[in-house]
């Protein structure tokens, strides 16, 4: 069958380059427009742009995608589907109408519905997440359910291990989707009405560690940040990010301070020990590392 895919970010280019070993035929590549990145800020294409390119799939890159130039340009191709992943944009009518629009979505739903699905599931501990290929609707993440995939959640993975075991798990439940639709089998069911939760983009208030919360919920913010965002925070004036951390479970004094080569905050309930954290203007690091050059005070600010 012919698709057209949407998507953006590096999972969504893993996706596609699954989508097209397959014995579909992508026919066409819808992505965001090109971003300034880089502190030059040069226009740069997005990770799905760039795969399609290396592809030598055919890109578009519209200001919406909702757009009638580009509802004619996949009218043209005869598609029978559009697969969607972390596209960024809202799908409207009348394109929701024209095709089966297919999403991948990197929860169980209807939890962790909207931008930042597995974030959120980590920043709660879950211990099992997954994708549902849905149907879209006008709804946030509200479309029926044609196919769902699980994955266990180690308390040490950061979302990066997760997702990649996600984008692993996606393309053949995404493909077995396709399948259904070209041989006129596709069924999607209802999502269930219980069990549903809200995953709204990441903030700056997400990122900040709040030294008041216990230590399991801090370990388990940064390794939702991890390896991509990062937590944040300031010590003795300057702004750190925080890729690693564990919860211990016993108390400590309040603050950050020097445990031998170890870095650990007493918090709410526990000890935090940072593992890894990246100072303003350099690289990823090791707690030892950090303290083996630091000499400023050990003050959270």
């Known amino acids: 069958m012919r698709i057209a895919f949407a998507g953006t970010p590096e999972p969504a280019a893993v996706v596609l380059h699954a989508l097209a070993a397959s014995h579909h035929d992508v026919a066409l590549v819808v992505t965001q427009p090109d971003r300034p990145r880089g502190r030059r800020g040069t226009p740069t294409p997005s990770p799905v742009a760039a795969a399609a390119d290396g592809l030598g799939m055919p890109v578009l890159r519209p200001a919406s995608i909702n757009d009638e130039d580009v509802l004619e340009r996949l009218r043209a191709e005869d598609i029978g589907a559009l697969c969607v992943v972390a596209f960024g944009q809202i799908l409207r009518a009348p394109l929701l109408d024209g095709w089966p629009c297919i999403n991948v979505h990197f929860s169980l739903l209807p ?70 639709i070209a041989a006129g089998t596709f069924a999607p069911r209802p999502q269930p009405e219980e069990g549903v939760s809200i995953a709204p983009k990441i903030t700056d208030e997400d990122r900040a560690l709040d030294t008041a919360l216990p230590a399991r919920r801090l370990a388990d913010r940064i390794r939702a940040l991890s390896p991509h965002i990062g937590a944040r925070c300031t010590i003795d004036g300057a702004h750190f990010k925080v890729w690693a951390a564990r919860a211990l479970p016993e108390d400590g004094p309040p603050g950050l301070r020097r445990d031998g080569d170890r870095l650990r905050v007493g918090t709410g309930e526990g000890t935090l020990e940072i593992l890894e954290l990246q100072p303003p203007g350099r690289g990823r690091m090791s707690a030892a590392d950090f303290l083996r050059g630091w000499r400023g005070p050990l003050e959270l600010t």
């Open 111 to 180: 939890a962790y519905r909207g931008a930042a699905p597995v974030e959120r599931a980590l920043m709660d501990g879950v211990t099992e997440t997954g994708v549902t290929i849905m149907q879209m609707d006008p709804g946030l993440d509200t479309g029926p359910i044609a196919a769902v995939g699980r994955v266990p959640v180690d308390p040490q993975d950061d979302a990066g291990r997760v997702m990649d075991a996600l984008c692993a798990l996606a393309p053949p439940l995404l493909v077995a989707t396709l399948d259904e």
